[in-house]
């Protein structure tokens, strides 16, 4: 797909490609890049809408390297500059990619489904991965609802699956394979993503903060990494020191944020920071600071500034 990246003499049988994975809020998207990655990367929570980057997972697996593209859930109902950015988001993925995983719930196809899937290009091979196929309890009605799908888009191959089966990963795994294009690997067999560490920070204290203050608190809270600063440490081989800014739309939901004598905030810091320990190999010191922002959603120019382009 991308001709500076020109495949090199010398990787025989090796293959490598793009893999766009997209589906509007709550179907499993970030549930399948982690199980198809193998290793936790991206958030995923009861809540929709907590994947707002596009977040780049590599698997390397037998001879074929796996690079998954996650994408935002289509938004169709708002039109704030922070939907239009992903909007975007999901636009860029669909066009240049070598393979679409198109994810519906299995049994269902709503008005918000029909509008991701009227942005798949008819020139780019999609599977469609029926997920959830464990919570639904009549089995025989999948069959014609299968048939029904045939009929809305030309897919590649219809997966009935859970994300939360390894064996329905793997099997996955078989047939996307058999779409990427031959080609010598573009990433180190043990690299995961391409993203950098101060984004598994942000990542990760988002999902402290969305898990530990439930369903109160809107999506468009964020968090901005202040200060990433790696300090020599004969004690502890890495040190990292972290400065983060949980910002709010309200002072309401600063106050929940930062809970009773400050316990809640306490609680989001030592999770984040065990995780980041775990994560980055580390001794983490990590400082987390709330911050009231009004408005941030609307604002196209701050939408940018977070780095959501
Ligand atoms: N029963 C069942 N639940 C699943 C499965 N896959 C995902 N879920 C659950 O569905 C919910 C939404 O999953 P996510 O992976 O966050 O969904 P998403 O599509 O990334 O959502 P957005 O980030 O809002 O776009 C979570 O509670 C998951 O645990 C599955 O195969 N079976």
Redesign the pocket.
Known sequence: MNDSQAPEPGAEGQRCGLIAIV?K????????INALVGQKISI????????RHRIMGIRTRDRAQFVFVDT??FQTRHGSALNKSLNKAVLGAVSDVDLVLF?VEAGSFSLQDATVLSLLKSDIPALLVA?????VHRRAEIAPWLKSMQERHPFAEFVPM???KPADVERLLDLIERYLPEQPWWHAEDELTDRNERFLVSETVREKLFRLTGDELPYTSTVVVDQFKEEPSPRHGRFVRIAATIVVERDGHKAMVIGEKGERLKRIGSEARQELERLMQAKVFLELWVKVRSGWADDAARVRSFGYE
Do not use: E, F, H, I
């Open positions: 589906g809020p709550n179907v499993g998207k970030s549930t399948l995923t929570s009861r809540k929709a809408q907590t994947t935002p859930g994810v997920n959830k196929l464990d919570t859970s994300a939360r």
